[in-house]
């Protein structure tokens, strides 16, 4: 089981990043996904899920209406684009599959806001 993020970076306040999430060594598309966070000098962050099937998203307030998760099952990807980014958005991204007891998480990615 792999999870390889990407697309993370230094972005100024307001601009957009897109991550992305491939998965390889299980059946993705029976994985619920999921978008952690973990600031400098913080505990882990929950940012977002999406159910298997891609129909249902969920999101945590403080992302709310500025990220979008969405999935493709025929890619075996995930991604969560992220617009008008604030400083307190900088942070190591997570992904994560979950299907019953188990869980696996990628390496993460940085990004970084500021100007």
């Known amino acids: 089981v792999q999870l390889v993020e990407s697309g993370g970076g230094l972005v100024q306040p307001g601009g957009s990043l897109r991550l992305s999430c491939v998965a390889s060594g299980f059946t993705f598309s029976n994985y619920y996904m999921s978008w952690v966070r973990q600031a400098p000098g913080k505990g882990l962050e929950w940012v977002s899920d999406?159910?298997?099937?891609?129909?249902?998203?969920y999101y945590a307030d403080s992302v709310k209406g500025r990220f979008t998760i969405s999935r493709d099952n025929a890619k075996n990807t995930v991604y969560l684009q992220m617009n008008s980014l604030k400083p307190e958005d900088t942070a190591v991204y997570y992904c994560?599959?979950?299907?019953?007891?188990?869980?696996?998480w990628g390496q993460g990615t940085q990004v970084t806001v500021s100007s």
């Open positions: 994560k599959a979950e299907l019953g007891s188990f869980a696996s």
């Open positions: 999406i159910n298997s099937g891609g129909g249902s998203t």
